[in-house]
């Protein structure tokens, strides 16, 4: 293998591990969302908490406000916005069918 191939299989191997701790970071939210969620139905309160989920989209989107250092690729808020979104979705999703269960 090349020097420029072990390059680029280093980089990929570091863009790998940094999907791992995506992936359990994911996993540790998804979790605490379950111990919210049983909190608010012991509290009487609604399952969807829209102004909560509007505060949760915003600080991802603040995150990418923040700029680099010196980095030309910045987070995009629309980015941050979808991840964010696609998150609270897939975490009410599964809260809701947890409670078909």
Do not use: F, H
């Amino acid at each position: 293998m090349s020097s420029e191939e072990n390059k680029l299989e280093e980089i990929r191997k570091k863009i790998d591990e940094i999907d791992a701790v995506i992936a359990d970071l994911l996993l540790k939210r998804v979790q605490y969302a379950k111990q919210a969620k049983k909190e608010k139905v012991r509290m009487n309160k609604p399952v969807r908490d829209r102004q909560r989920e509007k505060e949760v989209i915003e600080k991802w989107c603040a995150r990418a406000r923040r700029k680099g250092s010196g980095e030309k690729w910045n987070l995009s808020e629309e980015m941050m916005k979808k991840i964010a979104t696609l998150v609270i979705e897939y975490t009410l999703k599964k809260e809701i069918e947890e409670g078909n269960e």
